[in-house]
């Protein structure tokens, strides 16, 4: 290439990174071309993480290291129609114990209700959604639509009229769920102060004690951070709530430092269908972005349910969700409180695998195989009778994926 060429590609290229640089700074946190950037090249940085060990951090030496019953707060989200699965989710914790400490100062449960015993949640559960309701901040909002479904809600559980509770809170008890995340925060940086990391749980979330407290002993909390199982596009990149969402402490005392920002969140909650991606789109407007590098180590399915993907055989795993059937999470609880070292992914088939792996080195089991819920790698036929049926349709599917050019070898 001429030198003249050369040098020309070189201004370019150092004005193209000055252009960006400008923009990125003079730009709001959470403006499209920002979030753009931010999004890419996090997406870079964890591709790039691919081409080596990308667990070898979590084996150097801990420099933070973290008590998570006294230094971590943990806020527990549930709804009246689900307030039975609190108790068993803090019995399956107990079993080992070391994950919450003490009710109140260390750990607090919000719903849609107000419970002040322990009869059916086993805890006392706070009514976000009547303090959202009540807040001074959202005076002019008194008539919005969520607000009287809630009080629908309201008037049935103070009726004690448990069908049409639940009634209810199948039919719109997503869209209270949302109105729980800023409120649940809020609570848990004013009652649970000065803690390192605060972690949001569904009550139908169990998290690993020695995985969490590997992954925390290695993030600085002096940081704002923001950690999670990463969905969504670009605009909105959140950490899925069922996975567990990690907030660092620096990082909520930053958001609520800006008082004029959490009052908008209070409002967006009241048209957001989903409160994890609020969350998001909250910090992003103090310039706290997810960090992708350590979605891997968060998981949105049971223990049954979950695929162990090659990628992450290695990997520590911190968390499972949609534990909802009587005893699942106990039984969690009782078979993962056996490890005293990180579970990891590749550990899930020995620990809860329904039939030795051994069985499928030969021929498969006559009632087959299933893999879970639909996703974009899962291909779903109809007309399968038998395990055999199903090997010669994938022959057949990569086969032709071969002749169209979509995979090689």
């Known amino acids: 290439m001429p030198i003249r060429r050369?040098?020309?590609?070189?201004?370019?290229?150092?004005?193209?990174?000055?252009?960006?640089?400008?923009?990125?700074?003079a730009l709001p946190p959470d403006s499209p071309v920002v979030l753009a950037v931010v999004f890419n090249g996090g997406r870079l940085r964890s591709a790039l993480s691919y081409l080596g060990d990308r667990d070898a951090w979590l084996r150097a030496r801990a420099r933070h290291p973290v008590h998570l019953a006294s230094e971590v707060g943990c806020l527990i989200k549930t709804g009246y129609g689900t307030r039975h699965r609190v108790r068993e989710q803090l019995s399956a914790f107990a079993v080992r114990g070391g994950v919450l400490g003490d009710e109140g100062r260390d750990y607090l449960v919000v719903g849609d209700w107000e419970a002040n015993g322990t009869a059916d949640s086993g805890a006392r559960a706070v009514d976000a959604v009547g303090l959202v309701m009540r807040d001074a901040r959202l005076a002019e909002m008194a008539d919005h639509e969520r607000f009287g479904k809630y009080r629908s809600l309201r008037t049935a559980v103070e009726a004690g009229d448990e069908v049409r509770a639940a009634e209810l809170g199948a039919r719109f008890g997503w869209e209270l769920d949302a109105l729980k995340f800023i409120m649940g925060l809020e609570l848990s940086y004013k009652r649970m102060p000065h803690k390192k990391w605060y972690i949001i749980l569904d009550d139908d979330t169990f998290v690993v004690k020695e995985s969490l407290e590997l992954l925390l002993s290695h993030l600085d909390p002096a940081k704002p951070q923001y950690v999670g199982n990463a969905v969504g596009d670009y605009r909105a990149r959140f950490a899925h709530g069922g996975s567990a969402v990690i907030v660092s402490?620096?990082?909520?005392?930053?958001?609520?430092?800006?008082?004029?920002?959490?009052?908008?969140?209070?409002?967006?909650?009241?048209?957001?269908?989903?409160?994890?991606?609020?969350?998001?789109?909250?910090?992003?407007?103090?310039?706290?972005?997810?960090?992708?590098?350590?979605?891997?180590?968060?998981?949105?399915?049971?223990?049954?349910?979950?695929?162990?993907?090659?990628?992450?055989?290695?990997?520590?795993?911190?968390?499972?969700h949609g534990l909802r059937k009587p005893g699942a999470m106990v039984h969690a609880g009782r078979t993962l409180g056996r490890m005293r070292k990180p579970v990891l992914w590749g550990q899930l088939w020995e620990l809860f695998g329904r039939k030795p792996l051994e069985l499928y080195e030969g021929q498969p089991p006559a009632e087959g195989d299933h893999v879970g819920p639909g996703e974009e790698e899962v291909s779903l036929w109809q007309g399968i009778r038998n395990a055999e049926d199903c090997k010669r349709r994938r022959r057949q599917s990569v086969w032709d994926q071969l002749v169209k050019g979509e995979i090689y070898f």
């Open 6 to 25: 050369r040098r020309r590609l070189t201004t370019l290229l150092v004005v193209a990174v000055v252009v960006l640089t400008v923009l990125f700074v």
């Open 249 to 320: 402490g620096e990082a909520m005392k930053m958001l609520f430092g800006r008082p004029d920002i959490v009052r908008d969140a209070y409002i967006s909650s009241l048209d957001e269908t989903w409160g994890d991606r609020l969350v998001a789109t909250t910090l992003q407007r103090i310039g706290v972005y997810i960090d992708e590098r350590y979605s891997h180590y968060f998981n949105g399915e049971a223990p049954v349910m979950t695929r162990i993907r090659a990628d992450r055989v290695c990997s520590p795993i911190v968390s499972f």
